[in-house]
């Protein structure tokens, strides 16, 4: 074959013009993808049908590999915020700013900031948040920009806010020491040594108990200590209601204790608002079971630590005390077998027979006289065999005679152990009856002999 040129790619001594695997990578020209260029794993990453190996652009986004900061993937903007020289599709590190957190977590994903300050704790770093202290007020016109100051007071007008200026008045006298911290006084002259400076001192001590009449809570009644109960403003010694529940002092029953509807259980003058014992039964209402009711026993028949008094239901059955037929014995089902409305749990006598169910030998089934026929401790009443004989009453013949063979000669349903019309007659012993009975075993024997003879013929 023809090759003036002799070119042999692979040089494996077999010109291209007659090698049928030009770069002797194992895949014949006709199928490889880069045919002069070894590329066993035939990549094509943009599938364009020309192999990794031998495409200048890999990821078809009009960008030569050896420019492309995204080689392997479609980035035409070549877009790399940390400039880090990968652009940003293909950038695993996830640091868009490259600050060395990544986005996932960088609480300001597209602004350097490695310290992630954030003043108001709201998870937007402060280098990217417009309001660091969250106070409403945007940091570039916010005084404090890293204190919360929705109010942006600033006494000194020196562009800094109170709550962030050590100085609220710009004297030169930081707030902590300044006697007159919202006045400026750079001299801090205290000509009457209370503490106040002259320049904010009124110097006006009205009641004369050492408090000035501008921060004396009673201007005009002496209360060195300040008392101010109800926190109104108005000292106590002064304050017509101390507890500010709407009620004057002289008329409340808890004076300095809140208590507007003036609740006073046990009627002792004292408002159950500051009254330790309520219901005055001597029990302090936090360990007693009805604060409210009386209960000096404190008797909980149910132990569900509410007390009998103020429990509707005692027993703790279900069962309120009001329609309960045994209000401090539980019994769920309310049985009461007499109807007397007492029920058979707390009930001494359940068949009202006017004996105790101890001694009662029916105790459900009421017999006053007691009878006991076969003595077993079981009365007639409520024993199914009377007579112990082993037959049901219901089937016995004889039920308040042992007659355990059922024997019933007359056949009239009465056993004979109880038949008193044939124990009459045999007991008798009359002539006559013997008679009686000697013609009729006489007239059987004739009629069956007869039989039989009539029988043989």
């Known amino acids: 074959m023809p090759n003036p040129s002799q070119e042999d790619t692979d040089g494996d001594g077999i010109g291209d013009a007659c090698d049928t695997d030009d770069d002797n990578d194992g895949i014949d020209d006709g199928a490889d993808n880069c045919p002069l260029t070894s590329n066993t794993d035939q990549t094509d990453t943009d599938g364009d049908g020309t192999g990794d190996a031998c495409d200048t652009d890999d990821d078809e986004d009009g960008i030569d590999d050896g420019a492309d900061n995204c080689p392997l993937v479609n980035n035409p903007s070549q877009e790399d915020t940390d400039g880090d020289g990968l652009g940003d599709a293909c950038d695993t590190n996830n640091d868009s700013d490259g600050d060395g957190i990544d986005d996932g977590v960088d609480n300001c994903p597209a602004i350097a900031n490695p310290g992630q300050e954030d003043t108001d704790g709201d998870g937007i770093g402060d280098a990217c948040d417009s309001d660091d202290d969250n106070d409403g007020v ?9 204190i919360s100051n929705a109010g942006q007071e600033d006494a000194d007008g020196d562009g800094s806010g109170d709550v962030c200026d050590n100085d609220d008045d710009n004297d030169s006298v930081e707030d902590g020491i300044d006697n007159c911290p919202l006045t400026s006084n750079p001299g801090q002259v205290d000509t009457d040594g209370d503490g106040v400076g002259d320049a904010c001192d009124s110097n006006t001590d009205s009641d004369g108990d050492g408090i000035d009449d501008s921060v004396d809570n009673c201007p005009a009644i002496p209360n060195t200590d300040q008392s101010d109960v109800d926190s109104d403003g108005i000292g106590d010694v002064c304050d017509n209601d101390n507890d500010n529940d709407g009620v004057d002092n002289d008329l409340d029953n808890c004076p300095v204790v809140s208590n507007p509807n003036q609740e006073d259980t046990d009627g002792d003058g004292l408002g159950d608002a500051c009254d330790n014992d309520d219901d005055n039964d001597t029990i302090d209402d936090t360990a007693d079971n009805c604060p409210v009711i009386p209960n000096q026993d404190q ?45 058979d749990v707390c009930d001494a006598d359940d068949d009202n027979d006017g004996l105790d169910d101890g001694i009662d030998n029916c105790p459900l089934t009421s017999n006053p006289a007691q009878l006991d026929t076969d003595g077993d401790g079981l009365g007639n009443s409520c024993d199914t065999d009377d007579d112990d004989d082993g037959v049901l009453d219901s089937d016995d013949n004889c039920p308040l005679v042992v007659n355990v063979n059922q024997a019933d000669t007359d056949q009239d349903g009465m056993g004979d152990a109880c038949d008193n019309s044939l124990r009459t007659s045999v007991s008798g012993g009359s002539t006559s009856v013997i008679l009686l009975v000697l013609m009729m075993i006489g007239l059987i024997l004739r009629r069956s002999k007869r039989g039989y003879i009539n029988g043989a013929k």
């Open 299 to 343: 008797l909980d028949s149910d132990g569900d630590g509410i007390g009998d008094a103020c429990d509707t239901d005692d027993d703790n059955d279900g069962v309120d005390d009001g329609v309960d037929n045994c209000p401090v014995n539980s019994n769920e089902q309310q049985l009461d077998t007499d109807g007397d409305g007492v029920g």
């Open 138 to 146: 945007n940091d570039g016109p916010d005084n404090c920009q890293l």
